[in-house]
């Protein structure tokens, strides 16, 4: 039987080299695995939409540039005085049941805010007119807002971009859908502004 | 050379080994259903990770339905963010008053308010320091000390601002006003006369009319240049609404008026120019020529040249400083004070001279309107109103009803009813007396030395007056007989309560039960405690009701429940009652508050409720300005003590590192807006059937839902009307990533489906290890 030859002290030290290459080839792998198997993918898409608040980030429908954009007539402290006041009992959001769906999406952009554990302030929806597939939906109009029950009333496909108020009557009016979005956000962020 | 490639077979190997483990653990991380539906939406960090999709085409109502489940995520996500483990952080919400703050009694005006202690004091004040006492000084009206005197021929001229408020005009009264008796009593509100608000621009040293041209002055805390002044009209021109244009840069939009100069013109008397400005407002363009230091009305619209220079020797380019429209005050003597824009406010203008009268003394500007009506018109303040001087700057404000503190009142339920009690002796004839909410009655027990607390009470009607009768809290099936029963509003406040039989006899027992409010001061210095009286009949019916049975003290009522004690005739009227029996004339029953501040909930033969504050009520206002922001925060941890806003708060219970985020992490995305990004990030929840929301659709056309859908009707698993689907779709768009279908037949279906969800804690273990579930 031929005796194998004795390897060289240079190929043992190559040997060496390799083997630890190897391990660290396969160290690699395996981390690499491990991560790309249990990360949390990224939650955060749109970071132009999110308003980061007390360690929260809320996400909002519209730009949070566009929202700090929109202007409250007379002022933002009207806004809050009117929804924060004690005396509220409940807060109405007015919306047309067969309008878009974006008024109900913005709506959901206020009502998430209002009624939050945070602020705790009794929100519910209220409809401009009955609707019998949800009937025990309230409806009502602005006339009846008081200071004890405000309502916020969403109008699209106005001809002005404003949030007015009158007395505790609230009043969104948006010319686009867009612009729904980036008032309703404006009310929120509003909200939010008043807690430092 | 074999060795090392045996080698890296070897460590291949291991790689593909390792990597199929791996997989096959991300595997069984993914394999849910829809009893994971909280690890589904929100992530081990405890963010919101689902994304809710509603279909364009759907209505307002639609989405509406499925808000309460996205807001059950909202609600179910946390943070580790939040103050230490154990520790909470409170930040009390409050209101800041810069003016003065009054509390008065119902029906009593604010010249007797609680905070003059008895006196009564003409007017309140608000001002800069020293024309405005203790809250009264207030940092937005001013005088010479904060903004200088004003100067004219080295002279010093002294001046101040101030608000004064009539308080003898001022009434929080229980309403009124009403024409029905029934309607009457039944909210508080604030009426306030008319020329109760005074603001006055007060010269301390009277000044030339003439001299006050061109003058830089403080009004109604805004700084304006004047105009011109006279005794008949003053005008001033806003320094903020100061415009400069120049012939380079000559055109400008002032409140949609559009303004342009058009050059610099001399009048042909040395140094004076006039601008030349054309105005377009409202579809009217005219042009003028406007010298400095004066007014003209051009397209209808004010301007005030303030200045006018050429700036290139021998031609016409220069530049103008001017103020248009808006920014323009006029004060015309005996007139309303009119807006810049021409808006016309009740606000009445008084310009009063001094002497010689060549000179202004001071210059008033009152709110001529009254708020005393309840009509549409000069309606009374409710709760939350304000009277706001024209340029917003201050008000009064009704705030609504609170304690003497300022603190929202606390109420006690008290419930009278007619009640069968055996009371140790047979089923006897009681009136039963609690207070659900807690033991808020106090009686005797029947050693006579303890007093004690307790949810109800019951008085015996049949053994004569005040047999009172408590349960033995030791022995709870024994009642023993009690004395001075009486509701513990709080230490201090108490409301006796006494029943006087008319007769015992077997049959015919009748009788009074009276309740007497806490004893308060009135404004003339007399104590008073108010009474109710309920008229009491135990044969009406087996367990005995209140209605008019004794026609006393009054022999005509027929009140069985009236603020009054029934011993004194004089007093029980049309005003008083609270429940009549019969119809004919008035209301049966109605909303009532009394002088303390107790409200009468609800009122029949078998039940009366009350809502009892702890202490009396009181109607609060604010003349000045009020804003509601934070007060100080402050970190505690459980079974520490901690004062906010005067009031001492022990916090208890258990408090985690991880808390409720307490704001939503949630938001929702039309179909046609969720991105591939969204699809790979997200677990969607898709609200709405095929028809509704296209990403359904695709599902259900890629054969990828367990549960068809379709109309009412259809041949699909889903076709009911009123029937609705939740299901979990794994790698519904991108693989790894689960889609939630929340769908039904129709809205109605649809609405149930969302529903399951909204309430997902209760439907979960009725989820859990299915993939698809039918409501309906």
């Known amino acids: 039987m031929e005796e194998k030859p004795e390897q060289s002290k240079k190929e043992k030290q190559r040997e060496k080299l390799v083997n630890i290459a190897l391990l660290a080839i396969l160290i690699i792998f395996v981390a690499t695995a491990l991560y790309l198997t249990f990360r949390n993918p990224s939650t955060l898409q749109y970071e132009e939409n999110i308003y980061y608040y007390k360690g929260s980030a809320i996400p909002f429908r519209a730009n949070i540039s566009d929202c700090l954009n929109m202007s409250v007539s007379p002022d933002e402290s009207s806004l809050r005085n009117i929804l924060l006041n004690q005396n509220v009992d409940t807060v109405l959001l007015l919306v047309n049941p067969n309008g878009s769906a974006h008024e109900g999406t913005a709506a959901y952009d206020i009502f998430k805010i209002t009624a939050s554990d945070y602020f705790g302030i009794p929100t519910a929806i209220a409809y401009t007119q009955y609707w019998p597939e949800q009937p025990n939906t309230p409806n009502t109009t602005i006339e009846h807002a008081t200071y004890t029950t405000p309502i916020i009333w969403l109008r699209s496909n106005q001809d002005k971009t404003l949030i007015e108020l009158d007395g505790p009557k609230i009043i969104v009016y948006a010319e686009e859908d867009y612009d729904l979005d980036t008032q309703a956000c404006k009310i929120s962020i509003t909200l939010l502004e008043t807690i430092q | 050379m074999q060795n090392i490639w045996k080698k890296v077979g070897a460590i291949l190997g291991s790689a ?471 509701i513990q509003l709080t230490t201090a406040n108490t409301m006796s309560m006494e029943y006087t039989n008319v007769s015992t006899v077997a049959g015919t027992i009748t009788g009074y039960f009276n309740i007497k409010e806490p004893t308060f001061t009135r404004t003339d210095g007399a104590s008073v405690a108010r009474n109710m009286t309920l008229e009491y009949n135990a044969s009406a019916s087996s367990i005995g009701k209140f209605e008019d049975v004794n026609d006393a003290p009054t022999a005509s009522a027929s009140y069985y429940v009236y603020y009054a004690n029934y011993a004194n005739a004089s007093v029980v009227t049309a005003a008083n009652f609270i429940a009549d029996e019969y119809t004919s004339a008035t209301t049966a029953t109605r909303d009532f508050y009394t002088n303390w501040g107790c409200y009468v909930d609800s009122v029949g033969s078998t039940l009366v409720s009350l809502q009892c504050p702890q202490e009396q009520s009181m109607g609060e206002f604010v003349i000045g300005t009020q804003e509601v922001g934070t007060g100080t925060a402050q970190t505690v941890q459980a079974g520490e003590t901690v004062t906010i806003g005067g009031t001492k708060l022990n916090v208890t219970g258990a408090i985690g590192s991880v808390t409720p985020a307490g704001l939503p992490t949630t938001v929702s995305k039309l179909d046609t807006e969720v991105t591939s990004a969204d699809k790979s990030a997200y677990t969607l929840v898709l609200v709405g059937g095929p028809l509704i929301n296209t990403l359904v659709s695709e599902l259900q056309v890629a054969g990828s839902l367990e549960k068809t859908i379709g109309a009412p009707g259809g041949a699909e698993d889903v076709a009911t009307a009123g029937q609705g689907v939740v299901e979990l779709v794994a790698d519904a768009f991108v693989d790894g990533k689960y889609a939630i279908v929340v769908a039904g037949s129709d809205r109605a279906g649809t609405k149930a489906a969302a529903n399951i969800l909204a309430h997902f804690d209760d439907y979960a273990d009725t989820l859990d290890d299915k993939t698809a579930y039918v409501v309906g």
């Open chain 2, 16 to 486: 593909v080994m390792i990597g199929a483990t791996l997989v096959g653990a991300a595997l069984a991380q993914d394999t849910m259903d829809l009893g994971d539906y909280e690890d589904l939406v929100i992530d081990s960090d405890g963010n919101v990770q689902a994304l809710y999709v509603i279909g364009a085409s759907a209505a307002t109502a639609d989405v509406v339905g499925a808000m309460g489940m996205t807001a059950w995520a909202g609600q179910n996500a946390v943070t580790t963010e939040g103050a230490g483990a154990g520790e909470v952080t409170l930040t009390p919400i409050e209101t800041t008053v810069s003016g003065v703050e009054r509390h008065l009694m119902f029906d009593n005006v604010a010249a007797k308010a609680y905070e003059f202690g008895g006196q009564s004091p003409a007017t309140d004040l608000i001002g800069p320091a020293g024309w405005g006492s203790g809250t009264g000084v207030v940092n937005y009206l001013y005088s010479y000390n904060e903004k200088g005197p004003v100067y004219f021929g080295g002279t010093e001229y002294k001046w101040h601002e101030q608000v004064t408020v009539t308080l003898g005009n001022i009434n929080a009264t229980r309403d009124e006003l009403d024409t029905a008796a029934g309607d009457k009593y039944d909210e508080v509100f604030l009426t306030v006369d008319a020329n109760t608000i005074e603001y006055k621009y007060d010269m301390d040293t009277d000044m030339l009319y003439t001299s006050f041209q061109g003058k830089k002055i403080w009004f109604m805390g805004k700084e304006y240049t004047v105009i011109s002044a006279s005794e008949s009209i003053t005008k001033l021109g806003a320094s903020d609404s100061e415009v400069l244009l120049t012939t380079t840069d000559p055109t400008t939009t002032i409140s949609g008026v559009d303004v342009k100069l058009d050059g610099i013109y001399s009048t042909g008397t040395g140094s004076t120019y006039k601008a030349k400005i054309t105005l377009t407002s409202g579809g009217t363009t005219e042009t003028k020529y406007v010298s400095a230091a004066s007014t003209e009305s051009i397209a209808g619209i004010e301007v005030y040249v303030k200045d006018a220079v050429v700036t290139t020797t021998g031609t016409n380019e220069g530049e103008a400083q001017m103020i248009v429209g808006a920014g323009i005050l006029k004060l015309e003597d005996g007139s309303y004070l009119k807006l810049g824009d021409g808006t016309e406010t009740t606000w009445q203008t008084q310009t009063v001279s001094g002497s010689p009268t060549t000179k202004l003394n001071y210059i008033t500007v009152t709110e001529t309107s009254p708020y005393t009506t309840v009509s549409t018109t000069n309606t009374v303040l409710y709760a939350g109103d304000s009277i706001t001087s024209p340029n917003g700057l201050f008000g009064l404000t009704f705030n609504g009803i609170t304690d003497k503190y300022g603190n929202a009142p606390t109420y006690v339920n008290v419930d009278i009813m007619p009640s069968l009690k055996d009371l140790n002796g047979g089923n006897q004839k009681t009136i039963r007396v609690r207070t659900p909410d807690a033991d808020g009655i106090s009686y005797y027990d029947e050693t006579g030395a303890s007093q004690k607390t307790t949810k109800e009470l019951w008085v015996n009607t049949s053994m004569g007056d005040n047999q009172w009768y408590y349960r033995d809290p030791t022995n709870t099936s024994r009642y023993t007989n009690t004395t001075i029963p009486a």
